[in-house]
């Protein structure tokens, strides 16, 4: 099961019952979902640097 559909589920059932406890999960849950897709965006980030260092490396070895 994904997270999105976790969360999904527990929205429902949060609704219907109003716990508390549900809804600090769904708290969690929701800001591990925003922690992912940061993490997602640095690795990308830091994967693009990369490459524009090893690009200037080897520009700087030609000359």
Not at 32 to 40: D, M, N, Q
Request: aromatic share 4%; hydrophobic share 35%; glycine share 2%.
């Amino acid at each position: 099961m994904r997270l999105d559909d976790y969360i999904s589920i527990l929205l429902v059932k949060m609704k219907i019952s109003h716990k508390q406890i549900e809804r600090q999960l769904l708290q969690w849950l929701l800001e591990l979902r925003t922690l992912r897709g940061h993490v997602r965006e640095l690795e990308m980030q830091n994967k693009q640097l990369r490459k524009d260092y090893e690009k200037v490396l080897k520009q700087s070895e030609k000359s």
